[in-house]
């Protein structure tokens, strides 16, 4: 019964996880991004890390995905309009490229478990909080807190683009 579940939010992320690259509406990717995010919260637990799900459904899922919905309706940001200088080719050519490369990583994982190099089984104290926490707050405190202020610049920049300028005759922009 465990594994039917795992297969089914497994395919659910691979399946909304698609919806998110492919929609050309931002906000049915943003919702579609918080399927995939819910779907590996509930694949956390399955795999026995109830910590990290957590944390995935409150932090990514709870407020994440809230800014990002704040800066595009921020920005009102409709449809995407079709290319009209060319740069769809270029942007197909690095999806082919994207593509490549996440498929031979893919088969390179598979080679591996072929010929006998496994991944190391998930333990209790793999997944514990006391050294994610030991971790997070001396090795990587750094990258965490940069994290942090590249959100903060990317919520100030929306803003400040998102502002419309002031009309000629002094009153606020319509």
Do not use: C
Not at 21 to 35: I, M
Not at 114 to 129: K, M
């Amino acid at each position: 019964m465990q594994v039917a579940v795992f297969a089914l939010f497994a395919i659910l992320s691979l399946s909304s996880a698609v919806v998110v690259v492919s929609h050309r509406n931002p906000v049915y990717s943003v919702l579609s991004l918080v399927v995939t995010l819910v779907s590996l919260a509930v694949l956390f637990v399955l795999l026995g890390a109830p910590f990290l799900a957590a944390l995935q459904v409150l932090v990514y899922t709870g407020a994440i995905l809230v800014l990002f919905l704040f800066v595009i309706m921020l920005l009102n940001v409709g449809k995407e309009e079709a290319a009209r200088d060319g740069s769809g080719k270029l942007q197909k050519i690095g999806a082919v490229l994207a593509a490549a490369v996440f498929s031979s990583v893919l088969g390179l994982l598979f080679w591996g478990r072929f010929v006998g190099y496994s991944l190391a089984p998930l333990t209790e104290e793999a997944v514990a909080i006391k050294p994610l926490a030991a971790a997070l707050m001396s090795r990587y405190l750094l990258p965490f807190e940069m994290a942090g202020l590249l959100l903060l610049a990317a919520v100030i920049a929306a803003t400040v683009l998102a502002r419309r300028p002031e009309r000629p005759d002094g009153g606020a922009g319509s």
